[in-house]
C-alpha cells in the first residue's frame, strides 16, 4: 500500500468524522454550526488548491464544489437566522 493511499484514506476518515459530529451538533441545536463550517471551510480551501494545481474534476473539483456549496449553504442560514441573545 503507497504512503498517499493510506495519508488519503486517513484525511477521508478523519474529515467524514468531522462532518458527521458537526452535521449531529448542529441538529441538536441550530445555532451550533462552527464545527461544520470550519470543516466545509478547511474542505474547500484545500481541495480548491489540489484542483488549481492539477485542473482535474475527480476528486478535488468535486469535493472544491460539494464544500464550497456547503460552506455557502452553511453562511446563508447563519445570515437568515434571527440575532436573539
Known amino acids: ?8 484514506l486517513a484525511a477521508g476518515l478523519l474529515f ?6 458537526g452535521s449531529y451538533l448542529a441538529s ?3 445555532k451550533n454550526v462552527w464545527l ?3 470543516t466545509s471551510g478547511t474542505l474547500a ?3 480548491g488548491l489540489r484542483f488549481l ?7 478535488a473539483g468535486l469535493m472544491t464544489l460539494a464544500s464550497g456549496l456547503m460552506l455557502a449553504k452553511i453562511i446563508t442560514g447563519m445570515i437568515k437566522r434571527p440575532h436573539t441573545s
Do not use: D, E, I, R
Open 36 to 38: 461544520s463550517l470550519g
Open 28 to 30: 441538536q441545536n441550530p
Open 16 to 21: 467524514g468524522l468531522l462532518a458527521a459530529v
Open 53 to 59: 494545481s492539477s485542473w482535474k474534476f475527480m476528486p
Open 1 to 8: 500500500v503507497h504512503q498517499t493511499c493510506v495519508t488519503s
Open 45 to 47: 480551501v484545500l481541495m
